[in-house]
């Protein structure tokens, strides 16, 4: 059986159990597991919710039994006030919270697909959030790449004085945040399954000319200058930076050359 014939089989058999247990009105799927279901590759892995009736929430936090009559567990973390991370003993492994159906109006999430419903529900809009978060893909390049030019100076100093840990996420983490937050205005981007929680899923896929360039900005703890100086000169050919900010960047960086 291929992966993702396990993994749909197993959220349906997860399905079954709630329909068994009660005190459920509906299971969610989602990401790939979800209505993304073309992307499901041999590392892809269960992620969902489950909606209960009123009152049922503890029972389906507290005791595992609803799972545990699908496939045995391996391992279980409770990362969550309201769900699990979870490795079933064949090695599906998955994340799941428990929502009570008032609760999903002030939660933001992916548009999910419906696996299971208790066949009275009649509030299948519950797939997709009410709730709009604030969109992590910026609409004018200043404010990212002018944050990413001070995140190279403010994290080349830290790494200077022996900072390094910090300094690398300055370089590495917050400037490069910053890009990925603007890339879709510098480049065509490829349409494969865009996140609104995380820029940097499938970038690999949506932005492959950032991709051949990016490995060179992250070159890690013992070569924060060498990334920050590919970083300046990826800002350099896409924005009007800063003269004098650059080279003073160029300065801290020639310190460590």
């Known amino acids: 059986m291929s992966r993702k014939d396990l993994l749909l089989q197993r959220l349906d058999e997860i399905g079954l159990s709630l329909e068994r247990n009660g005190g459920a009105h509906l299971l ?30 503890s029972r389906y936090l507290d005791q595992l039994d609803w799972l545990e009559e699908v496939h045995p567990l391996a391992y279980s973390f ?9 490795l079933f003993e064949d090695g599906i492994y998955g994340e799941y919270a428990i929502f009570e159906e008032s609760e999903m109006a002030s939660s933001s999430y992916s548009e999910g697909r419906i696996v299971w419903k208790e066949p009275s529900y009649t509030n299948v809009g519950i797939s997709k959030s009410s709730k709009q978060e604030p969109s992590l893909r910026k609409a004018s390049l200043e404010h990212p790449l002018n944050e990413a030019l001070t995140n190279l100076y403010v994290g080349l ?7 390094k840990l910090s300094g690398m996420r300055f370089v590495q983490g917050y400037a490069v945040d910053s890009i990925l937050s603007v ?14 929680f995380g820029n940097e899923r499938r970038l690999e896929k949506r932005h492959p000319q950032f991709a051949e360039r990016i490995g060179d900005m ?40």
Do not use: W
């Open 218 to 257: 992250l070159q890690g703890y013992d070569h924060v200058p060498e990334s920050a100086l590919c970083i300046l000169n990826y800002l350099e050919d896409v924005y009007p930076v800063n003269k004098r900010l650059s080279d003073e960047i160029r300065t801290l960086v020639n310190q460590f050359q």
């Open 78 to 86: 409770r990362n969550a006030s309201v769900g699990y991370k979870i």
């Open 157 to 163: 100093g830290r790494y200077a004085r022996g900072e």
């Open 183 to 196: 890339l879709h205005l510098l480049e065509q981007e490829v349409e494969y399954f865009p996140d609104q």
């Open 28 to 57: 969610l799927g989602l990401g790939s597991v979800g209505v993304e279901m073309d992307r499901i590759d041999e590392y892809s892995d269960l992620d969902f919710y489950v909606i209960v009736m009123p009152g049922q929430k």
